[in-house]
C-alpha cells in the first residue's frame, strides 16, 4: 500500500513547498490592510480609491477560485500549481515595484488570480499525497498555514510597513515563492483526469457573475452606506439573479461546471456550512478585535500584533493535538468541542470593557484559536471522507470558496452592525447629556456646558463608550451564531476512523 504515496522524504518536500504557497496567499489576505495608509500618500489616491487594492485582490480570488479545480483536471495540477506560484511571485514584485494606482490595482488583480488555486490545490495534494492513517495529521499541518496566514499578517504588515517600507509586504513572498517553485517542480508528480467533459462556460460565468457581484457588495457596501446607493442595489440584483441561474443551470445542464454530486453528499454539503463559519470566526473576529484594540485602547500596530499571537498559538497546539487523534476518536465529537470553545472565547469577548488590561484579550484569544484548531481539521476530515476521489480538485475549490465567502460576509455584516449600533447607542447616551439631569451635577465643576472643551470632551468619551457597547453586541451576535451552527454537526454521517478514502492519479 505505501507504494502508492511518495516516500517519506519525498513528502516532506512537496508538504513544505506547499505550505509556503499557501501561507504566502494566506498573509496576501490582511497584510495590505495596515498599510493603506502609506499606500495612499505613496500613489497619491484618495481614501475611496486606494481601498480598491484590496477590493480587486478579494474580487479575482473569490472569481478564481470555483475555475481551479477544472484546470487541475484538464492540465494537470502541477502545471497549474507552477504557474500559479510563478505569477504569484512575479505579481508580488509588480506590486513592490508599482508607481501609481492603476499598477498597483492591476498587479494586485494578477496576484487574486494567480493566487486563488494555490490554498484549494494545496488542500487536495496533501490528501493525496498522505495514506489514510495520516491524513488527520496532513490536514492539521495544511491548516497552520492558512488560518496562521490571516492572523500573523496584520503584524507581519506593520512591521515591515514601519522597519522598511509599504513596498516589502509584496517583496516579502518573493523569496518564498522561488523556493515554493523549486521545491514543486522537483518533487511533485503530475496527474490530471481522463475524458474531461467539455467546459461549462455559461456555468462559469453565471457562478463567476454571482461571486462578484456579492464580493463587490460586501466590500463597497459600507463605504456607500449599503442600499441608499444605486451600485450596492445593482450590485445586491446581480448577485440573486446570477445566483438563481446558477443554482437552475447546475441542475439542469447535461455537463454542468459545478457537478451536482458534489452537493448530494451530506458531509461535504454540512461541512461547507461549519466551514463559512469557519471563515468568520479566523478573519471577522479579527477584523473587529483589531481596530478595538488600536482605536479605543490606543495599542500601537506591533502590541495589538502581540496581544492576539496567541490566537494564532492555540491554534497551532490544537491542530497538532488533534492531528494524533483524529484517527481514534469520531471527528464529529471534536468538531462539537471546537464549536464550544469557540463560543466560550466569545462569551468572554462579551463580557470586556475599556478599563481592562490587555490578559482578557490574551485569554480569550488563545481559547479561540484552540476551537479554531479543533475546527478545521475534522470538518475538513469529514468533508472530504465520503466525497468520491474524482470530485477531490472540485470540492477543495469549493471548500475554500465557502470559507472565503463566510469571511467576506462575516466581515461585512459585522461592521454594518458595529457601526450601525454605535451610532444608536451613541443617541441614547446622548440624550442624558442635559443640564436638568441630576447626574450631570456630579461631574462638577470638572464639566460645565458653557465651555465647548468640557462639551468636546464629554461627546469624545460617550462615542467611545457607545462604540465599545457597539462591539460587545457584535461578540454576543458572533456567540449566537456560533452555537446556532453546533447542531449541524450532528447531520453529518460519521466516518470509519474518520480518515479519507486514498485518490489515485488518472493519467491520460
Known amino acids: 500500500m505505501s507504494g502508492l504515496y ?38 497619491s489616491a484618495s481614501q475611496e480609491q486606494i481601498v480598491w487594492v484590496l477590493t480587486s485582490y478579494l474580487i479575482a480570488t473569490a472569481v478564481a477560485t470555483p475555475l481551479c479545480g477544472w484546470l487541475a483536471d484538464r492540465f494537470g495540477r502541477k502545471r497549474v500549481m507552477l504557474i500559479s506560484v510563478a505569477g504569484f511571485t512575479l505579481a508580488s514584485m509588480a506590486c513592490g515595484i508599482a508607481t501609481n494606482l492603476h499598477e498597483l490595482v492591476l498587479y494586485r488583480l494578477v496576484q487574486g488570480l494567480c493566487g486563488a488555486g494555490l490554498v484549494p490545490l ?12 495520516r491524513v488527520g495529521k496532513a490536514m492539521a499541518v495544511f491548516g497552520m498555514g492558512t488560518i496562521m496566514g490571516p ?32 521545491g514543486l517542480s522537483a518533487s511533485m508528480t503530475e496527474s490530471r483526469v481522463a475524458n474531461l467533459p467539455r467546459f461549462d462556460l455559461m456555468g462559469f460565468a453565471f457562478l463567476s457573475i454571482f461571486v462578484g457581484a456579492l464580493q463587490l457588495m460586501l466590500d463597497r457596501g459600507q463605504q456607500l452606506d449599503w442600499f441608499s ?24 445542464a447535461k455537463h454542468p461546471f459545478i457537478r451536482p454530486a458534489v452537493f448530494r453528499d451530506r458531509n461535504f454539503l454540512t461541512g461547507s456550512i461549519v466551514g463559512m463559519q469557519l471563515g468568520v470566526l479566523v478573519y471577522a473576529v479579527l477584523a473587529l478585535v483589531a481596530p478595538m484594540l488600536q482605536h479605543l485602547m490606543r495599542y ?20 497538532y493535538t488533534v492531528g494524533q ?80 465567502m463566510g469571511a467576506a460576509i462575516g466581515i461585512s455584516v459585522l461592521q454594518a452592525l458595529t457601526i450601525r449600533n454605535t451610532a444608536t447607542v451613541e443617541s441614547r447616551l446622548t440624550e442624558g447629556v442635559r443640564p436638568d439631569n441630576p447626574i450631570m451635577d456630579m461631574r462638577l465643576p470638572d464639566f460645565d456646558f458653557n465651555l465647548p472643551s468640557s462639551v468636546a ?52
Open 6 to 43: 511518495p516516500d517519506p522524504t519525498a513528502r516532506r518536500l512537496i508538504t513544505t513547498s506547499l505550505m509556503m504557497a499557501t501561507t504566502m496567499v494566506a498573509l496576501d489576505g490582511t497584510i495590505a490592510n495596515v498599510a493603506l495608509p502609506h499606500m495612499q500618500s505613496s500613489v
Open 300 to 319: 500601537p500596530v506591533m502590541l495589538t500584533g502581540l496581544v492576539t499571537m496567541p490566537r494564532g498559538i492555540g491554534t497551532m497546539i490544537s491542530m
Open 457 to 508: 470632551g464629554i461627546e469624545q468619551e460617550i462615542v467611545r463608550q457607545a462604540t465599545m457597547v457597539a462591539y460587545l453586541d457584535s461578540f454576543w451576535f458572533l456567540f449566537l451564531v456560533t452555537l446556532s451552527v453546533i447542531p449541524v454537526v450532528l447531520l453529518m454521517k460519521p466516518t470509519k476512523k474518520a480518515t479519507v478514502l486514498p485518490n489515485l492519479p488518472i493519467m491520460d
Open 325 to 404: 487523534f483524529i484517527g481514534r476518536v469520531d471527528a464529529r465529537h471534536l468538531l462539537m468541542m471546537g464549536l464550544f470553545l469557540c463560543a466560550v472565547s466569545l462569551y468572554q469577548m462579551a463580557h470586556l470593557s475599556l478599563e481592562m488590561g490587555s490578559w482578557p484579550i490574551v485569554v480569550a484569544g488563545f481559547v479561540q484559536g484552540l476551537g479554531a484548531g479543533l475546527v478545521f481539521v475534522p470538518v475538513t476530515t469529514i468533508m472530504f471522507s465520503t466525497l468520491g476521489p474524482r470530485y477531490r480538485n472540485e470540492g477543495a475549490a469549493l471548500n475554500s470558496l465557502s470559507r472565503n
Open 229 to 252: 446607493s444605486w451600485e450596492v442595489c445593482i450590485e445586491a440584483g446581480a448577485a440573486l439573479l446570477f445566483l438563481y441561474l446558477t443554482v437552475v443551470h447546475m441542475w439542469t
Open 122 to 133: 494545496s488542500q487536495a495534494t496533501m490528501l493525496d499525497i498522505n495514506p489514510p492513517d
Open 151 to 182: 492572523v500573523i499578517g496584520p503584524t507581519l504588515g506593520g512591521w515591515l510597513t514601519d522597519s522598511f517600507s509599504w513596498r516589502w509586504i509584496f517583496f516579502v513572498n518573493v523569496p518564498f515563492g522561488i523556493l515554493a517553485l523549486l
